[in-house]
């Protein structure tokens, strides 16, 4: 039987976002859309679950992003990232997204707050680095590419013995891997421009600023799945 990969939830959208035609959905649902029809998965609600698996019963786990801080090391967060350092020590694979990025780091010894820039919000430019060329994950990306963005803290230092492989102008840890198979990134592969336009709208509506579509970013999730289903 084929071991799923666990998506690790959060958090949740604004609630006119998640009811929305056009972004209907939960980080969950957009995370398990990306990952592909074939790649089998199941959703475990973070905050509220009793019991985190045994790293050996899955191929790999995806946490989402949150409305939450990183920050306020809230009992069900920390509780995570301990669960988290087991995983990247028993070398499953791990993809940590926005929050969950900012999660791993914290975990394996980063450190984690609020940017002093503020919050970056938008489509915006991602550069990758020389060590994403060999990168398993990151290789097949382009040099610079569109992602969906919205933070308000940052991984400030990354883990020890951490490789960055991304950044931009105002973020220069956007990724990086710790270990053979863990990831982090601070950008969302699984927006979609409608979800993008939605938090552009409710957080900077005086900006008119326009989200556009993202699929290199996008294509990191089927890649990771592809990456933690081959390794069972």
Not at 192 to 218: C, F, I, V, W
Request: hydrophobic fraction near 45%.
């Amino acid at each position: 039987m084929q071991k799923p990969i666990l998506i690790a939830v959060t958090g949740e959208p604004h609630p006119e976002i998640r009811h929305s035609r056009d972004s209907a959905g939960d980080f969950g649902d957009w995370i398990a859309a990306g990952l592909g029809p074939s790649a089998p998965h199941r959703c475990l609600d973070a905050r509220t679950g009793p019991v985190l698996p045994d790293p050996a019963d899955i191929a790999g786990v995806v946490v989402t992003g949150s409305h939450a801080m990183v920050s306020e090391r809230a009992a069900w967060s920390e509780r995570l990232g301990q669960w988290l350092n087991a995983c990247v020590e028993a070398e499953v694979p791990v993809l940590g997204i926005c929050y969950g990025h900012q999660l791993l780091a914290h975990a394996l010894g980063g450190r984690v707050d609020d940017h002093p820039a503020g919050l970056e919000i938008g489509t915006r430019s991602i550069e990758l680095t020389p060590a994403a060329r060999q990168d398993p994950l990151f290789s097949a990306l382009p040099d610079s590419f569109p992602a969906q963005l919205v933070h308000r803290q940052s991984a400030l230092e990354l883990p020890p013995g951490a490789t960055r492989l991304a950044y931009n102008a105002h973020e220069p840890h956007q990724a990086f891997r710790i270990g053979k198979c863990a990831w982090g990134v601070q950008f969302h592969p699984e927006f979609s421009a409608a979800a993008m336009q939605a938090y552009l709208d409710r957080l900077t509506p005086a900006s008119g600023a326009a989200a556009h579509p993202t699929p290199e970013a996008a294509g990191l999730l089927a890649r990771f799945a592809v990456l933690a289903l081959s390794r069972m």
